[in-house]
């Protein structure tokens, strides 16, 4: 038996309250659901394809090879504020001429207490060329650093388009397998009603255990891939890739890349360097030009003359200059260095420029010719392949082919299709080298 006291709740007071605790129940879902799903939906961003462009903005920002150069680039360049300032004067500060034996400060009349400057000035306008030298050192480390850029991001490039291949080639090799695997199937039914022998049952495992020896090197060259990239971009390197290949499908001519090529990062930095060897030639041939300084002294005395008058202080100035007489054979072989590598220079620049025109001559006609047989696949090995193992099947099918025409048939349609994807992915690399030398 239930017992009230009070009076009976009215009903539209029950309805609020339940309507308060349905309302109250939805936003705890509400918040229990978003719970749940957020993280999903965070990981689903950080899972979202990583695209050549990501890669490479990944690859760049902080590399380090490129921010040690530009940090001694930088070094340089203050050094060369540095070399440009006059040498710190000297201060010198003494008692001269004070009488020893017997005597006070004031007994000898040369008795006096110095102090004096001298500044330094360096042969010629050997500051000025000094600054200038390193001035173009500084230039010739940062050409380099480009250049580093451009290194870094034609090797993302090729590495993220190798991990490209060898994923997509495992996806074609993968889809395959399920139809070798009915081949085997389909040879042991047969041979269990007499109708094909044990031979096609051997030759169809065999192909589907070398299937999956296939697939299992794909995995090995896609994680060592992988690992090639990671050096570029991290962690990134896990996420997937997107289905296609970039638009990579337009090439200058060579002439436009003949054009281009004197502004390459390499060639800025060589022709810096040379800048820089042709200062150290002038400076060098500074050496044979004397030195000097200047001293400024001040001299107190006390005492009296004999005439009774004060003995009046000293003012001293006087220039130092060197004389170089006996450091000719030194400032010939200094100047001698110095011509020998500003023509080093000169004929590594000249190098670097041939070796670049020969891999522009050599990248692009590998260009060409990879077009050329991606024409010839895409026009007619793909669709003679495919129609060749349809038509080795139906033949087997009607008791005029053997079983090995077959699957070496459908191995070769396999191989084309494998072959196919590697001259897309070798003629993007071939861009990504050409992008290098060319500056796009």
Known sequence: MFFFFGRWPERQFVCSAQYRRSRTFTAIAAIVVASLFLPAATGAQTRAPLTVAEAERLAVTGEPGQAVLD????????????????????????????????GGFSTEGMTHVGVGLRQAFPRGKTRALR???LEWQSSAVRGQADARQRDVTEATRIAWLDLFYWRH??????????????LVTITRSLYSVGRRSQQDVLRAELELSRLDDRLIDIER??????????????????????????????????????????????LASANAGIEASRAAV??????????????????????????????????SVGVTVDLPFFRKSAVDDTLTSALRNASAAESERERLLRGLRREIQIEHTRWHDLSRRLDLYEDRLLGQARAHARASLD??????????DVMRAYIDDLDARVDHLRLKVERAQTWAVLANLGGF
């Open 395 to 404: 033949a087997y099918q009607s008791d005029t082919a053997d079983f090995a």
């Open 71 to 102: 940090a001694r680039a930088d070094a340089i360049a203050a050094e060369a504020n540095v070399v440009a300032s006059l040498p710190d004067p000297v201060l010198r500060v003494g008692l001269n001429n004070y009488p020893f034996e017997s």
């Open 131 to 133: 600054r200038e030298q």
């Open 282 to 315: 002038d400076v060098a041939d500074q050496r044979a030009k004397p030195g000097w300084s200047l001293d400024v002294g001040y001299s107190y005395r006390e005492g009296q003359l004999p005439s009774g008058q004060p003995r009046s202080d000293f003012v």
């Open 221 to 266: 060259e896609r994680e060592s891939a992988r690992a090639r990239l990671a050096q570029w971009v991290g962690d990134a390197a896990i996420r997937p890739l997107p289905p296609g290949l970039p638009a990579w499908t337009e090439m200058p001519d060579i002439e436009e890349f003949e054009m281009s090529i004197s502004s390459h990062p390499l």
């Open 169 to 182: 080639a495992h996806t074609l090799v993968s889809e395959s397998r399920p139809f070798f695997a009915d």
